[in-house]
């Protein structure tokens, strides 16, 4: 009851963190034995208004004495509809969107279905990242000419890069090609003078013998 009235006081605050703090608090100091005074206790330490929490728990109830057979109590009342009516006797138990979750009771397939359980408009952005979907498209029609214009700039770019890469090498394959035969045909020539010097130097020792 306590847990329950400080998270309707927090929730009209706009401050359900510190619900979660609360909870934290009383698990890691009292363990398993949540009592009066362990709530209290958790309350002063979390700055919390403890007599707004013990004044919801007291109206709760019919009449002064909670303790008697006639009283009975509102909230307790409508945690037992709600436990009936959606299957939570089962524990641990997840309902969303007022449909009671059928699954893995574990933290990413609860979490996929909780996102899950958004419209398309209304769904968070950490959800459209985990459950791989785009944002509507009338939310992102202009992101995405931008992107196909930006696409399209890249592409045209990339191409005119290409071509110039390949004029280069084609041009520098050619330079090589014409260097090489350049100095093929020096090589043929130097070695048809060599050996027109060497005949040459033949005949004139074999003339010189002869006249002698």
Not at 67 to 84: F, G, K, M, T
Not at 119 to 134: F, G, I, M, R, V
Request: charged share 25%.
């Amino acid at each position: 009851m306590r847990q329950l009235c400080l998270w309707e006081d927090q929730l009209a605050k706009n401050t359900t963190e510190k619900w979660w703090e609360y909870i934290h608090e009383v698990h890691r100091t009292c363990n398993s034995v949540i009592n009066l005074d362990c709530s209290r206790n958790a309350h002063e330490r979390l700055s919390l208004d403890w007599s707004t929490t013990d004044d919801c728990v007291q109206r709760s109830f019919t009449g002064s004495d909670w303790q008697s057979l006639s009283s009975y109590n509102e909230r307790i009342d409508n945690e037992i509809a709600y436990w009936r009516e959606y299957g939570t006797n089962i524990y641990p138990s997840v309902v969303i969107n007022q449909k009671t979750y059928r699954g893995q009771i574990e933290p990413l397939s609860v979490y996929n279905a909780i996102c899950a359980g958004f419209s398309d408009n209304a769904t968070p952005d950490q959800c459209l990242k985990t459950l791989h979907k785009e944002k509507p498209q009338q939310a992102e029609e202009l992101a995405d000419v931008e992107e196909f214009d930006l696409d399209t700039k890249y592409i045209v770019a990339l191409v005119v890069v290409l071509i110039l890469l390949n004029v280069v090498i084609v041009y520098c394959c050619r330079r090589k090609a014409k260097r090489d035969m350049q100095n093929e045909m020096n090589m043929q020539i130097e070695s048809a003078v060599s050996q027109y010097f060497a005949l040459t130097t033949k005949d004139d020792a074999g003339a010189t013998n002869y006249r002698a």
